[in-house]
């Protein structure tokens, strides 16, 4: 390789944070060494990489440091520059998602649920991801992606969609039910389809009048803003929203036995809540960490079968800043995307 040194996204830290805004930046574009691939690793070139909430939150101080300096960015398209593996070859298209390794040995990971291994690596979090134009992954958490399926297309579906689509798991969502969807982001617009492809009728609860008109525009059954309860009890419902006040309107909309899923790997609180009001009747709220590799399969094999193309605003690397204050805005339709261009 020619170049040794790539263009990068860098996440530095402080003891305080503080939130993202244009007056405040926290990422900084630097020349860095290129990554060089560990065994078991494979080289890319990162083509896109999507900004996802969880972005911010690492940043903004909601969870603790695990790599100081940083690049951050889990939802990355990229080509195989090398890699050991007999099944990839040089120029292959492949996504890398938020899990960036288990152990594989730990009484999760031998169970089915590797997404709770005690010994994840998160990549953008505790190794450095995709805001660069070149990252190393493990070669057996890479995902197989079409040639055909545009970066900016795919990048969104590599975590927005992957949690989003657990999250219905997790609420274990079936045929024809009623579910409910509060907060009306990247992941609720990537499962909608999947929900209407299932026969479901969709309620949504969202702040913010484009979000609404965004959610009847996709067929929703019925729209309300973010607090509002649906005028039918739910089967199951999804939180979207890192607030805990959301999370307890969509406890007090769920049918018997019904079930709310917490999508969200932050939570700001939980507010004190009537027990026999709210939860009485088998009710369960659960949360959801994380993602298996069977479900990044099962997703985009339903994403390939019901067709499902996200919408994107792209932002070159050096607008790295801009992209996250974007997504922490939801000033995009769709998802913001990091792409890279040729130098």
Not at 23 to 44: C, D, F, K, M, Y
Not at 90 to 115: A, L
Request: aromatic share 6%; with cysteine; net charge neutral.
């Amino acid at each position: 390789m020619a170049n040794k040194t790539m263009r990068a996204a860098v996440f530095h830290g402080t003891a305080r944070n503080g939130p993202v805004t244009p007056q405040h930046p926290v990422l900084t574009l630097e020349e860095v060494a290129i990554p060089v691939p560990a065994a078991g690793e494979s080289l890319l070139k990162v083509l896109a990489c999507g900004v996802c909430r969880t972005d911010l939150h690492i940043v903004e101080g909601d969870l603790p440091a695990k790599l100081r300096p940083l690049i951050p960015g889990h939802q990355i398209v990229a080509e195989v520059v090398s890699t050991g593996s007999k099944e990839l070859r040089t120029g292959d298209r492949v996504g890398v998602s938020w899990m960036g390794g288990v152990d594989g040995s730990c009484k999760f990971c031998t169970t089915g649920r590797e997404n709770l291994c005690d010994n994840a690596v998160f990549t953008g979090y505790s190794r450095n991801g995709g805001y660069a134009e070149y990252a190393t992954a493990r070669t057996d958490f890479l995902i197989p992606l079409p040639m055909e399926l545009e970066p900016t297309v795919a990048a969104p579906l590599l975590c927005a969609g992957m949690i989003g689509f657990r999250s219905l798991r997790v609420a274990e969502v079936k045929q024809g039910m009623r579910v409910g969807l509060f907060g009306f982001g990247a992941s609720a617009r990537l499962v909608m389809p999947v929900l209407q492809a299932w026969g479901c009728e969709v309620y949504v609860s969202t702040r913010g009048e484009r979000h609404r008109e965004e959610a009847s525009g996709m067929g929703a059954y019925w729209v309300g803003d973010a607090l509002d309860q649906p005028p039918v009890k739910l089967d199951a419902a999804v939180t979207f929203a890192p607030v805990g006040s959301v999370v307890l309107a969509a406890i007090k909309s769920l049918d018997k036995g019904g079930i709310v899923a917490i999508n969200a790997i932050h939570l700001d609180q939980m507010p004190a809540f009537d027990y026999d009001s709210f939860m009485w009747m088998e009710r369960q709220i659960r949360s959801v960490a994380n993602m298996t590799r069977q479900d990044a399969k099962d997703f985009l094999r339903i994403a390939a079968e019901i067709g499902i193309r996200p919408t994107s605003q792209q932002f070159p690397l050096e607008r790295a800043n801009e992209a996250l204050l974007a997504a922490k805005q939801e000033d995009v339709v769709g998802s913001a995307v990091i792409v890279m261009g040729d130098r």
